[in-house]
DNA sequence: TCACTATGTGTACTGGCTGTCCATTTGAAG
DNA sequence: CTTCAAATGGACAGCCAGTACACATAGTGA
């Protein structure tokens, strides 16, 4: 990689060119060095972009980190409907964790040290907890809904419970071992998060 | 307060006060500004301390935050037991939430923001994220575990289920709201999410 | 009581990042 | 071709991390 800032001396540029510059730079120092390497310093000069730019398009580094992430990678995970919602929620969290703990492309220890991140400085960057909200967190709970709602009209979950608790229970868990690494977040994990989720801890 | 740097000229100072003033003017940091005015700049200003002492014994800011908001808060939350296992927890989880949300003596809108500054840091600062796990999150953790075996020896909970995993899905799934601020975080919400960790969503 | 030493203090650096200037240069629209 | 919009290099003050050195003094043993 190393993109060598190719310097075209001053003047205009291309606006398009620019930003996919800008942003393929924040990308490859999030995925490489982290968040803390995203400054609006660092990714100027990786890209051979002024910093006067970067101010003007983007209101934080956090900001242009996290646009730099959903922009260059491509967290599809689409939803299963085999029609079995317990079946669905395995694959489908299974293949979330394995994500987040498992290595890339371009990461050694999987997405979720540069997901944790992100939600870290979110924290303290109110223009990256939006745009995060935005692209990553609020479409995927909708989606989650939804595919609870759809369980609900099978008759698979109880009618009066809450949907939005559930994405909490499961995916909220699975966060809270992210970001709070004092028990391990493993494949097995997520299976028995599904069937208690499920099933219930009461006795019977 | 406004906590007048008492400046007493040069010299040794006895250790204790001058460790105390410093988790003092921390503490005061932290609670009215968040855990971003917590540097090590400020914070010996602010105690009439010098930033060597600091360095000195702490690692980092962050680290010196944690210790701040641990030493002048005191979090007990006593667990309840009253051998009824949902009561317990729901009277659990409601104080837990109320803690984060409602406003507390010196915060406006509840502990919940310093929290979760404080887990959103930790992110990136490792000596951070070994004091909170050491002094706040291993601890609750321990102590929430510890009650589900009571509950389960009394035959309230199943015998084989995962308690480390409750823990996640009750507490967790409240950080998840605090943290990624997608849904409200009620009382209410605490409740709802106790029963549906002990009856489960699958339909009877 | 007194001298010694460990320890905190004031001061002053270097270097990185933020946020904001300016003058200059050039792509793109008319 | 002319004009305007936009990106560039460069510089700047301010805050912060982290380190260094000389000096003053609290706590300690003699």
Redesign the pocket.
């Known amino acids: 990689m190393s993109e060598t800032?190719q310097?075209?001396?001053?003047?205009?540029?291309?606006?398009g060119?620019?930003?996919e510059?800008v942003l393929r730079a924040a990308a490859d120092l999030l995925l490489s060095e982290g968040i803390k390497?995203?400054?609006?310093?660092?990714v100027?000069s990786a890209?051979?972009?002024?910093?006067?730019?970067?101010?003007?398009?983007w209101p934080?580094?956090g900001a242009l980190a996290a646009e730099a992430y959903f922009a260059h990678s491509e967290h599809q995970l689409e939803f299963p409907d085999t029609g079995d919602i317990r079946a669905d929620l395995t694959a489908q969290l299974r293949s979330f964790v394995r994500l987040l703990t498992h290595e890339g492309e371009r990461t050694r220890e999987g997405t979720g040290s540069v997901l944790a991140g992100l939600i870290g400085v979110a924290q303290t960057d109110p223009e990256l907890s939006a745009a995060f909200s935005e692209h990553y967190s609020a479409p995927r709970r909708a989606l989650a809904v939804a595919a609870f709602e759809k369980a609900r009209d099978r008759g698979q979950l109880r009618a009066g419970i809450d949907l939005g608790i559930l994405v909490d229970q499961l995916w909220g868990a699975c966060y809270n071992r992210l970001l709070i690494p004092d028990a391990p977040l493993t494949e097995d994990y997520a299976v028995a998060l599904v069937n208690n989720a499920l099933d219930g801890a009461a006795a019977r």
Do not use: C, I, N, Q
């Open positions: 800032a310097r075209r001396g001053r003047g205009r540029r291309p606006a060119e620019v930003r510059g390497a995203v400054t609006f310093d660092r100027a890209a051979g972009s002024s910093k006067m730019t970067l101010y003007k398009w934080s580094a």
